[in-house]
């Protein structure tokens, strides 16, 4: 069975401070307004998030969130604005540090800030820039879900095409 945890609690504890990770050698940004912010309980807006918060207590709705994910657009954070930037990564907990992908363009700009830096492309792509590392999708957001190296080459076995180039 895969190992993977899927958080169900806010964090209440969980530091701002997670969202203002800053990779090494590079001099921390100005904490974005939203960052002092829980995000909080995900009110779906679109279909990947509405099979997303389903698949929390609905076992028949997660092979549909994993096509999803693959399939649609997500927003990947990035460490700098150029499109090839290395994916940001924030701390979960305090040995848990991973890529963050957000199901919308919103929940990131809502999490992370209006200009943290980013890239809309489709889940496999995200995925396949994040391989070999951990992965939390929507972090600080309830639901959350954390993905270990092994579980992200899972959901990259899964059938289906790749796009990584950038559509913004």
């Given at each position: ?60 709705m997660r092979p549909i ?82 993905l270990e190296p092994a ?18």
């Amino acid at each position: 069975m895969l190992r993977r945890t899927l958080l169900i609690s806010a964090l209440g504890a969980w530091p701002a401070s997670v969202f203002a990770q800053t990779p090494a050698g590079q001099q921390p940004a100005a904490t974005p307004p939203a960052a002092n912010q829980t995000p909080g309980p995900i009110t779906p807006t679109n279909a990947l998030e509405y099979a997303f918060v389903s698949a929390l207590n609905n076992e028949g709705m997660r092979p549909i969130f994993r096509r999803y994910l693959m399939e649609t657009h997500v927003a990947l954070a990035l460490t700098t604005a150029d499109d090839n930037s290395p994916p940001r990564r924030v701390r979960v907990r305090d040995d848990f540090t991973a890529g963050a992908i957000f199901t919308s363009e919103e929940r990131l700009t809502h999490a992370l800030g209006a200009d943290a830096p980013h890239i809309m492309i489709n889940g496999r792509a995200a995925l396949t820039r994040l391989v070999g590392g951990n992965v939390v999708i929507n972090p600080g957001y309830v639901p959350m879900l954390t993905l270990e190296p092994a579980d992200v080459a899972a959901y990259l076995m899964t059938p289906g095409e790749s796009s990584s180039g950038p559509t913004q």
